[in-house]
């Protein structure tokens, strides 16, 4: 009876110990994790005199220089005219892969031709292509189209570079909806859009939603593809702003931290808000294997 007991004891220490273990990981990787933007914004109201003197402590004296007026990081960085720009440019992208991928995957993986296979291949194959072997072919591309310094040019870019992988993650998804349901539907008269409409598109939310995910936080902190289809400001997106902070103002601190901040904030703004969707999302949004 002893030695039950004793087991049982065991038993209950070894689960608490185990999940003290489980909360004191996770507490440590929130900390490690949350301490970098706490001391960016922490310091995005220092001088830049006061950083350089203390790094790591609380400012003295906060400041909102670096952030307003007319030598502040939102004027410098022309933040009025760049954040719209990558709002348009985030969601109008994301919108457009996401259609077009379910789309796409619904005929990939229900609407067998002869052709499919090798359509399919020719879109996956661009999961192997880098962003640096694309930015001179495109350059060129754009120049030949007329579309050079355009939203439009941007938009499509951004789409065409997020479809390979929308694509894969649709079709595979979409394979694990019964294909019973689609040939009910066709038997009962319903043409494919129909079926799409109605049937398929409701059914990958959860894709929908991790694409919306993977490509929202990829769009909105791109860099090297804009660069080289835009020249003009009034076209520029966030990124090109805070790297003009990184040229005759490397060395003040307090507005490239403030630059920073203001681009960081919108992603944790859009984590804070959607962070439940988010969750589900990654969770429902796996490939069936």
Do not use: C
């Amino acid at each position: 009876m002893s030695e039950e007991i004793k087991t049982t004891a065991l038993g209950r220490f070894g689960a608490a110990f185990a999940k003290f273990l489980a909360y004191f990981v996770m507490v440590l990787f929130s900390l490690m994790t949350l301490y970098p933007i706490f001391w960016l914004i922490m310091n995005s109201f220092k001088p830049t005199r006061e950083f350089q003197v203390s790094q790591l402590g609380f400012p003295h004296v906060p400041t909102l220089k670096n952030y307003g007026g007319p030598y502040g990081a939102w004027k410098l960085g022309d933040f009025d005219k760049l954040i719209p720009n990558s709002v348009i440019y985030t969601l109008g992208a994301t919108f457009g892969i996401i259609i077009l991928s379910v789309l796409a995957g619904f005929a990939f993986a229900k609407i067998p031709r002869k052709a499919t296979k090798l359509i399919y291949a020719s879109f996956v194959i661009g999961l192997l292509l880098s962003v640096q072997s694309l930015l001179i072919p495109l350059f060129l591309e754009v120049n030949i189209m007329g579309i050079y310094n355009t939203r439009l040019a941007v938009l499509l870019v951004y789409i065409g570079a997020g479809l390979p992988m929308g694509i894969y993650l649709s079709t595979e998804y979409i394979r694990g909806i019964p294909t019973s349901l689609v040939e009910s539907a066709r038997i009962d008269g319903a043409k494919y859009f129909r079926i799409f409409r109605s049937i398929i598109l409701p059914m990958t939310i959860p894709v929908a939603t991790t694409l919306a995910i993977l490509n929202i936080t990829g769009i909105w902190n791109e860099f090297a593809l804009i660069n080289i289809l835009v020249s003009k400001t009034e076209l520029k997106s966030l990124p090109l702003g805070m790297y003009r902070f990184s040229g005759s103002l490397s060395s003040d601190w307090g507005k490239q931290f403030a630059a920073l901040t203001i681009g960081t904030l919108p992603m944790l703004v859009f984590y804070f808000i959607f962070r439940k969707q988010i969750t589900q999302g990654v969770a429902a949004g796996a490939v069936k294997g």
